[in-house]
């Protein structure tokens, strides 16, 4: 985070919708010019249109392995610098553990594993010259316990959180800090609907979340705008659960 009056630029990939615009929103609220990167055009221009200004949509598949060095470039050049970059883009995949393919499989650990490794050595470079940075990843409660039918979402999830200390350990000391939020269970349109429709696993999640509620996606935001700013000035390679306890409930 920058001096009062100095702008602060940051990129949330996945930042039309769910957690990513919860972010997102956060981070316009406070002043940061915030570049919002997804595949879907319509999601991204009704995040513009709720954002206001200080939001830069980019419509670009991260899956785009090739395309991502002139993407960071774009955008380095045409705001000066970035000041915080925000992996959180990311797909899921629920299946019996003997049903889920090879390619399924690389196909998920493509999206939240390689297309984050890839971004964020493009987006260190631009930091690096500029002596300092913060890097936030998302993880998930399926790296913190095993869930049911999601093998290649928890193999990609448990590999963020590994790759964040081992980004930290390298990128510290060139004062770029890394870390990761591991949300719990979050009140967004698509867990809803999952829960809702399972009564019997909705009762699960909250019986062993000692908070007893859902969390919202404005608590990822909130925590996130922490790790970016000089507040989490000497905290790296942690992952910070914010699930209202479940990864320590019975």
């Known amino acids: 985070?920058?001096?009062?009056?100095?702008?602060?630029?940051?990129?949330?990939?996945?930042?039309?919708?769910?957690?990513?615009?919860a972010i997102a929103t956060k981070f316009?609220?406070?002043?940061?010019?915030?570049?919002?990167?997804?595949?879907?055009?319509?999601?991204?221009?009704?995040?513009?249109?709720?954002?206001?200004?200080?939001?830069?949509?980019?419509?670009?598949?991260?899956?785009?392995?090739?395309?991502?060095p002139a993407l960071v470039q774009r955008i380095a050049q045409e705001h000066g610098k970035i000041d915080v970059l925000v992996n959180n883009a990311g797909i899921n995949l629920k299946k019996e553990f003997t049903e889920v393919t090879d390619e399924e499989f690389?196909?998920?650990?493509?999206?939240?594993?390689?297309?984050?490794?890839?971004?964020?050595?493009?987006v260190t470079k631009v930091m690096v010259e500029a002596g300092k940075g913060s890097i936030i990843n998302i993880s998930s409660m399926?790296?913190?316990?095993?869930?049911?039918?999601?093998?290649?979402?928890?193999?990609?999830?448990?590999?963020?959180?590994?790759?964040?200390?081992?980004?930290?350990?390298?990128?510290?000391?060139?004062?770029?800090?890394?870390?990761?939020?591991?949300?719990?269970?979050?009140?967004?349109?698509?867990?809803?609907?999952?829960?809702?429709?399972?009564?019997?696993?909705?009762?699960?999640v909250l019986s062993r979340t000692p908070m007893g509620f859902l969390g919202e996606t404005a608590d990822i935001g909130e925590a996130a705008y922490f790790l970016a700013t000089d507040a989490a000035k000497y905290i790296t390679g942690v992952v910070l659960p914010v699930d209202g306890g479940n990864s320590i409930g019975f």
Not at 1 to 21: D, P
Not at 149 to 162: C, D
């Open 28 to 68: 316009v609220q406070s002043g940061i010019t915030t570049i919002i990167v997804g595949r879907d055009q319509q999601k991204l221009d009704a995040a513009k249109e709720q954002l206001g200004a200080l939001c830069f949509p980019i419509s670009h598949d991260l899956n785009d392995l090739a395309g991502l």
């Open 1 to 21: 985070m920058q001096n009062i009056g100095e702008k602060t630029v940051a990129i949330v990939t996945g930042g039309g919708s769910g957690i990513g615009l």
């Open 142 to 204: 399926a790296s913190q316990y095993g869930l049911p039918k999601v093998i290649a979402y928890t193999a990609s999830k448990s590999a963020i959180e590994g790759m964040t200390r081992a980004m930290a350990v390298d990128l510290s000391p060139r004062g770029i800090r890394v870390n990761c939020i591991a949300p719990g269970f979050i009140a967004t349109e698509m867990s809803a609907k999952a829960l809702n429709n399972d009564p019997e696993r909705k009762q699960k």
């Open 106 to 122: 690389q196909r998920i650990i493509l999206t939240n594993v390689t297309a984050v490794f890839a971004l964020s050595r493009e």
